[in-house]
Structures are given as C-alpha cells and as structure tokens.
C-alpha cells in the first residue's frame, strides 16, 4: 500500500513539473543551434517609445551594454518601436541582460538557473555560451508582457568582439517571428 502511494506521488510530481519548464536542460544535452524561449500574455503589443536599459543598472554606462543595447535597439525599431534615450521615462522599457558561461551550465526557459559570468572568460575555450535575455515590460505597473532568452554555444575566445557579435546573431534570432510562440522552445540555426 506505502508504495502505491509513492508511485502515485512520484506520477503526480512529474506531471505538476511538466507544465512548469519547457527546457532546463543544457547546451551540451540538446542539439547544437541557438536555443530560443519566448513568453508573453498572448495579447496584441502596441509599439510606441520605448528605452532600452540594464537589468542591472550598475550594467548601464559599460561599453559592452551599450553594444548590447544597441543591437536590441535595431530590432525593436525594425519592429515598429521608436526607441529613445534611456533617461528618458517611458511607457514601456526593454530590459536587457547578456550573460557568458560555460555551455554546459548554460540554462534557457521558465525555471532555468541564472548563468554567471565566468572568471577569464577571454581565455579560449570550446564551451563558452553566450546568452541573451529580454524583457519587455511597462514601466507604470511592472507588468512583463513579453520576454525572450536566447543561448548559443560558441567556439571562440569570449572576446569582447565575438561576444558583441554573437549578440547581435542572438537578438536577430530572438526577435524573428516576433512574438514568437510562448512558452516553447525552439532551436534556431
């Protein structure tokens, strides 16, 4: 009887957790390609003035955000957005986050584990995964009403060059299609 009850459990378990993620597996687990997820409230999303900012705002006067943002910048305009200077308040933000890591730490979809930076990410390495995120969001009430993230496996050094570079690929896959199934994720290539 003590085991029906685990095996019931243990089912139960699994089915609550597979509406939860579409993907929490790595890089190295799935096929190679940019590994895109994208959500959003399934309504249609007006495009006005929007600024692009940091996650962090400590991120925000970098050289390298200001590459980043500016690759999101050119497909949120080529979207329909006006896209205008940070400081100024809009309605709507586009938050921007861009992570490297080891591939094989390297998470995407609803419940995956953040991606820190690695320590000497300039070194060269086979495994190093650059990644995007984007939320889009109103800034009166905080409401998300569409975010993607976007990874892809490199094969450089993690310069700064190459990371610019594999961002601006990124944004141009997160984007396409815009806005994308919610909740799945695919692979582009």
Same mark, same amino acid.
């Given at each position: ?7 019931? *459990?243990?089912? @139960?378990? @699994? ?28 309504? &249609? ?24 943002? @500016? ?10 957005w006006t896209v205008v200077n940070t400081g100024m308040q809009t309605e709507?933000?586009?938050?921007? !986050? ?12 609803? *419940?995956? &584990?953040?991606? &820190?930076?690695? &320590? ?5 390495? $086979?495994?190093? @995964? ?10 009166? !009430? ?9 990874? !892809? ?25 815009? $806005? *994308?199934?919610? *909740? ?6």
């Open positions: 009887m003590k085991a029906i009850f685990l095996w019931a *459990g243990a089912i @139960a378990a @699994a089915a609550s957790l597979s509406g939860c993620s579409t993907f929490q597996g790595s890089l190295a687990e799935t096929q190679t390609g940019t590994q895109i997820y994208r959500s959003h409230l399934g309504q &249609p999303i007006a495009r006005s003035q929007i600024a692009v900012e940091a996650f962090q705002a400590a991120d925000a006067n970098s050289p390298e955000f200001r590459m980043y943002s @500016a690759a999101v910048a050119q497909e949120l305009r080529r979207l329909g709507q933000v586009a938050l921007v !986050d861009v992570s490297q890591g080891s591939a094989s730490r390297m998470g995407i979809g609803a *419940g995956a &584990p953040a991606v &820190p930076a690695i &320590p000497g990410a300039g070194t060269t390495s $086979p495994g190093v @995964a650059t990644g995007l995120e984007v939320r889009i969001k109103r800034r009166s !009430d905080g409401t998300v009403f569409w975010e993607g993230q976007a990874v !892809d496996e490199g094969r450089g050094s993690g310069s700064a060059g190459e990371r610019t570079a594999a961002v601006q690929r990124l944004a141009a896959a997160l984007f396409r299609d815009f $806005p *994308g199934e919610s *909740g799945r994720t695919i692979r582009a290539r």
